[in-house]
Structure formats: C-alpha cells, structure tokens
C-alpha cells in the first residue's frame, strides 16, 4: 500500500517537474529565437500528443 503511493506520488512529481522544464525552455527558446519558427511547437505538440 505503501509503495504504491509512493510510485503515484514519483509519477505526479515526475510529470510536474517535466512540465516545468518544458515551460521553461520554451520561454527561454522564445526568448532567444525569432518568433518566426513554428517548427519547434509543432514538435513540441507532437511530444505532447505521444505522452498524453
């Protein structure tokens, strides 16, 4: 009983800290590139859709 919450907890606080980094480093691509390059979201996009 333990141990599974546990492993649930470490998923949550894996996937907050994923969404995070993320956040993250498109702010700081946005930030340091041209806004012109769509690429880049619709990778992100794509990434997006195979986890969810």
């Not at 995070?20 to 041209?34: E, H, K, M, N, R």
């Not at 012109?36 to 195979?50: D, V, W």
């Amino acid at each position: 009983m333990k141990g599974s919450v546990n492993k649930k907890t470490l998923q949550i606080g894996a996937l907050i800290v994923t969404t995070v980094l993320l956040i993250v480093s498109v702010g700081i691509f946005q930030f340091v590139t041209p806004s012109h390059e769509p690429s880049f979201y619709s990778k992100l996009e794509k990434l997006l859709m195979k986890i969810i």
